[in-house]
């Protein structure tokens, strides 16, 4: 018979190899993926798949040869942390008021902001073209920049403003009796406190602009072509290609995946969703 | 005090301005496909700014569908973002027409434009004027495995009926040993599986649209053609195959799995290049298939270079295109690349290498399919339309697509071909009556 | 008076001795408050004015980028072709499909898995990290992933695990092409659901949950009474965020199946596409746009009727 003690590890054993389990399964597409960029194409496209083969860095150095991977990665970087800048300055003074000073409309201008994401691209592709078009905004940086800070600003709010309403109000108004201004009261009280959930914010962000595929195709050419051209341009349609794309994408996702695992553990230790004793 | 110095300072950054402003290089932006010849091309750019250290190229490469939607956003709101586009014997008609591109005329003498196919050429213009210069064509052909015919006793004519590929196919499908019977495109697309049933609906004597531009999907002749593509394919190929393009059933030839297929002659170069097909030596060429009428059965395709009246560098541009299509680009390939890899189908001087004859087997076969292709007369009763595998109409890439999806439905067994046939007739007459085709 | 209306929030305890500077400090903080949430207002309304009127015009008018100078005034032309196409009704229900099923799997699942992934076990950084990757590679990649390497009948990992226990390989496009696209779209929006959920796990109240077991509360109803309503405003939030991604999906279905076979994965987004952009009919497009427009609204009319209470109260 087995003690209480010896069940709860036992219970913990269980669910830690199912979870294990689980997270292998997930993981898998992208290990494929990973495992594929060592292949040569006919290797890619073996029937059994193949688990073990002799690996070649061919893929990553035709990568290399054939297009300015620094120049795309560049643009990738600037264009996502620059709309993600420039969108957090926006939303976190609205997602604050909105927080703390709610009102009546505060509902309906959220709902309304949502809505402002709900047409789709497809559908508006020829107007924002002429408009990037007459202001000069094609093929540049700075046109990705602001749009995708428009699309992305709304979820921004939102997200910032759900973590700023688990923060209680007394805890603001402790700081604001003490006699500190405003801004102090937003940097020196709110934003540590909410440091787990605007991480999350940031990195959302981060993530929808990298790989944001549809804007980035068609608002440019050759000078502000983040890293979703540079896959785009691997997709032949005569020709064999997995294994180059699997390295090219496994360029692409790389930069952005390896700074999402290193914040996630910021997030999860920071994260707090309501429990301030 | 300092003034002389000053003065001087300023004379130096001055003229340095003036020099090399007059030493900056003229951007030129190219938009182009993924293919392998465009690849090489791009890898050959740094010969092309030596010869001219005026000029610098700058790459756009995407996929064929988004390329094509790119150029078309850009040339018709006057974007003037693209300086060179990679365009096909579809868009170069109808865009010369509304002058949207410059017309490729005074090029310099050694271009040797008698040099370039006849059909080709035709293709790329419109009403007598030439629009881009092409870069490659193609057309179809069937590819066959020798060894696996010569095993069954059976012998390959020259261009078979597509009766004859059936009885091929039955014979040669043995799905238990992973071999099919013939492998077709199936995924839907205009330029995808289209392509191939419109030359086998041309092969049983269809065509898309009559005189008045009514479509005949209804007929008999489309009947017959889809009904025999959805048996054959569905019966003798690989599974899967409703959403097989030209890439899939390239990988599946060269792993070995097909025993014929109908497709691009550009496949041939794939097919025979060891380093990634397994059946390298056993590769057989013959035409596409015939049925009622060899009219139409292989396609014309030329990709080409054009450049955009909206380009703020058209003669840089022009400079290029005539480099990158003309003898001594051929050539420059030849040795960079070896004789194989030289772009094909466009020039009778490529044809009449005896060196490039040997090193590509389909060349032959190629320049035969080539010339009977004509974009003019591709069906068995007259058609109202330009071009073999589509209609060079702004409608027709919207329709064909929907045709496409349809009759990949049909052949993944989701509809029946009748709905499918009939579902395409309504679709068909619905987008050429709202873009008024039927004056009434 | 004006400023105590426009401050309308759950009334503070220690206001009524600083009568007079309060009533002067909430003048001043419901300027700030306007100030501080303006600029955002402002960018938005003219992101959404300007596209949005031109959008609405180009609806109403005949303009095709090919047929340039033909631009009449054609009335509800375009909504009604728009309407009548082949493809709309499945269009509309794939939609719905899409984003509810979508919604389902990540959400059920997602909630499962930061369940599991709650409690400490040896790796359950590595496990997270494990967890939370798909949702870092780009939507086209992973489309492309799932349909040449691991969904191909012939040469796919699926296929081969099929072969090896003996049974012929499913052509998921063909035979299951709406699941297929499913299973894609989940794959990738999984770890974002687990990702916040679980963050959100971790500042359950332990003290509460030791109590109530103490009391002698089975796991079940410490899941329902305890965990799953200090869950309900995550889960509110990763269903309205994944309902505005999901309503517009386009590039998994461009990749893979290209809308079909027939009709079977034309989502609104990519009939719009297949519809007026192949053909590079704006007007067409135009009016398509709006009507995702209308139906995404009452989609949104309906969601926030079901979950809105917990979006905005505080716990």
Redesign the interface.
Known sequence: MLSLKQRRSLNTLLMGVLAWGVALAIFFPIFWMLLTSFKTEIDAFATPPQLFFSPTLENYTLVNERSDYLHFAWNSVVVSFGSTIIGMMLAVPAAYSMAFFETKRTKGTLLWMLSTKMLPPVGVLVPIYLIFKDTGLLDTKTGLVIIYTLINLPIMIWMAYTYFKEIPKEVLEAARMDGSTLFQEIWRVLLPMSKGGLAATVLLSLILSWNEAFWSLNLTASEAAPLTALIASYSSPEGLFWAKLSAVSTLACAPILIFGWISQKQLVRGLSFGAVK | MNNKRYLSAVMAVGMTAVASSAMAATKVTIGTVNNGDMVRMQGLSDEFERLHPDIDLNWVVLEENVLRQRLTTDIATDGGQFDVMTIGMYEAPIWGEKGWLTPMEDLPSDYDLSDIFPSVLGGLSSDGTLYALPFYAESSMTFYRKDLFEANGLSMPQQPSWDQMKTFAETLHKPEDEQYGICLRGKAGWGENMALITTMANAFGARWFDENWKPEFTGEEWNNAVSFYVDLLGNYGPPGASSNGFNENLALFNSGKCAMWVDATVAGSFLTDESQSRVAEHIGFALAPEQVTSKGSGWLWSWALAVPVSSDAKEAAKTFITWATSRAYSQLVEETYGIANVPPGTRTSTYDNAEYLEAAPFATRTLEAIGNADPNDSTLNPSPYVGVQFAAIPEFQSIATQVGKLISGALAGSMSVDHALKAAQSITLREMTRARYYSN | MKTTA?????A?S?AEPKQDSRQGSIRK??R???F??S???L??AL??V???S??IY?SVIRY?????GDNEFVGLENFQ?FVTD?GFMAGMSNTLLLVGSVLLITVVLGVL?SL??N????????????????????????A???K???L??????F??IW?FFGA??I?W???FPLFSIIMIVS?QW???AI??L???L????QEQQEAARLDGAGPWALFFHLTLP?LA??IA?VV??ET?FL??I??EIFT?????????TTN??YL???????????GL??A???I??VL??IA?FFL?RLI?KS??E??
Do not use: C
């Open positions: 426009l401050n309308a929030g759950p503070s220690a903080t419901s700030i408050n306007r501080m949430v600029p955002s207002v960018v938005l992101w959404m300007i596209p949005l031109m959008t180009f095709n980028l090919l047929y340039p072709f082949f898995i599991l992934v409690q400490a076990f040896w790796g359950r950084g590595i496990v997270r990290i494990l967890l939370i990757s798909p949702f870092f590679i780009m939507p086209t990649v992973n492309l992933i799932w040449n390497l691991l191909h009948p012939v040469s796919g990992v296929a081969a072969k012929t390989p052509d496009f063909s035979e794959w999984l770890p974002f990702l916040l679980m963050t959100a971790q500042s359950l109240d200090h405003r995550p939030v309205m965020i505005i309503l517009s386009f590039a893979t199946t290209g809308g079909g076979p027939g009709y079977e609104l987004a719009i596409y297949s519809q007026a952009l192949l053909q590079f009919d704006v497009a135009s398509g746009g709006l995702a427009v995404a609204n949104a926030v809105g979006l905005t505080k716990q």
